[in-house]
């Protein structure tokens, strides 16, 4: 396959993800799992985005390895924070106070 070519396909995908997210956004899961859908479809985006815009796989074993944490850290960010929300603000109001 031609390198425009599945740039081309991945572009679309990226939409077609994007796309979805609005989908999941306006059914009125619950709150925890709406956060576990939306994080497992931005680690997709984040890879598909790192590895065939990024040229990630061309990158230094360390720049890799640090945006690879980011791609996975991120989402895992957002179901924790969500998951442990009230408990996190109290922490935080702690620190600050």
Do not use: Q
């Not at 031609?2 to 995908?13: A, C, F, I, N």
């Not at 969500?82 to 702690?94: D, E, I, K, Q, W």
Request: glycine letters at 4%; a positive charge.
């Amino acid at each position: 396959m031609k390198p425009t070519r599945k740039l081309d396909l991945t572009w679309l995908l990226l939409v077609a993800l994007t796309l979805a997210s609005a989908a999941l956004a306006g059914r009125g899961e619950t709150e925890l799992a709406l956060a576990t859908a939306v994080a497992a479809v931005m680690a997709l985006k984040l890879r598909l985005v790192c590895d065939h815009f990024l040229e990630l796989r061309e990158a230094h074993p360390r720049i890799r390895l640090a945006i690879s944490l980011f791609c996975y850290g991120m989402p895992v960010l957002l179901v924790l924070s969500t998951a442990f929300g009230p408990v996190l603000a109290r922490l935080t109001s702690l620190l600050v106070a």
